[in-house]
């Protein structure tokens, strides 16, 4: 079956450091890859979203390439803030399909940036 | 941008007992709604999937007759937990598909058990 494996958590970072979340998948097929992002107290948002290999998603200066040779979908920004601090989640859904189907995700990464 | 509710945010319920939690899409109609579990620390979990007018698609594992879905209307599904166990207890996601594109995450429910 489908699974998604992120980074352990928490990350702790100082703010205009370099981010780097891993995230790696196992799934039949080409499926679509998303970084969602929850704020405190807020629901899950899709923060970008890649639909095939080689696609990179981006958003508010993060960014995530698919790569299907590693089966990949590592999350980058290169200077984060403090307002970034939230938990962010790597998921996967059935190929070629919209964020609308069943979602896979991963555990989660506690990202906190210090001013 | 599209919005979903749940209330409530958080209930404590004594063991046995039910409980119910609701999901509204609140600016979008919605034909299908999701309903995750989460653990500490852990993953969100698919639990079921609510398509409006007919029964729940429910993941393996997952007791439908524990947790009661129900899609009434196009902006709402309901949750119940009946008979609530402290193993119960733990935080409930919903979601709503606006058309066949994105889904909308709601901000959760944290259910104890006591």
């Known amino acids: 079956g489908n699974s998604v494996t992120q980074m352990e958590g928490p990350v702790t970072l100082s703010e205009e450091a370099f981010l780097t979340i891993n995230c790696t998948y196992t799934a039949t097929g080409y499926p679509s890859l998303f970084w969602y992002v929850q704020y405190p107290g807020e629901g899950l948002q899709l923060l970008l979203k890649?639909?095939?290999?080689?696609d990179k998603g981006s958003n508010k200066g993060f960014e995530a390439t698919y790569r299907k040779e590693t089966t990949s979908f590592h999350l980058e920004k290169g200077s984060v803030q403090v307002s970034d601090s939230a938990v962010y989640f790597c998921?996967?859904?059935?190929?070629?399909?919209?964020?609308?189907?069943?979602?896979?995700f991963g555990e989660g990464t506690q990202l906190t940036v210090n001013p | 941008g599209a919005v979903v509710s749940q209330h409530p945010s958080w209930v404590i319920c004594k063991s046995g007992t039910s409980v119910k939690i609701e999901c509204r899409s609140l600016d979008f109609q919605a034909t299908t709604m999701f309903w995750y579990r989460q653990f500490p620390k852990q993953s969100l979990m698919l639990m079921a999937t609510s398509n409006e007018g007919s029964k729940a698609t429910y993941e393996q594992g997952v007791e439908k007759d524990k947790f009661l879905i129900n899609h009434a209307s196009l902006t709402l599904s309901t949750l119940t937990v009946t008979s609530a166990h402290p193993e119960d207890s733990s935080f409930y996601i919903c979601?709503?598909?606006?058309?066949?594109?994105?889904?909308?995450f709601g901000p959760g429910t944290r259910l104890t058990v006591t």
């Open positions: 979601s709503a598909l606006q058309g066949a594109r994105e889904q909308y």
């Open positions: 998921a996967l859904s059935g190929a070629g399909e919209t964020s609308g189907s069943r979602l896979t």
């Open positions: 890649a639909t095939k290999a080689d």
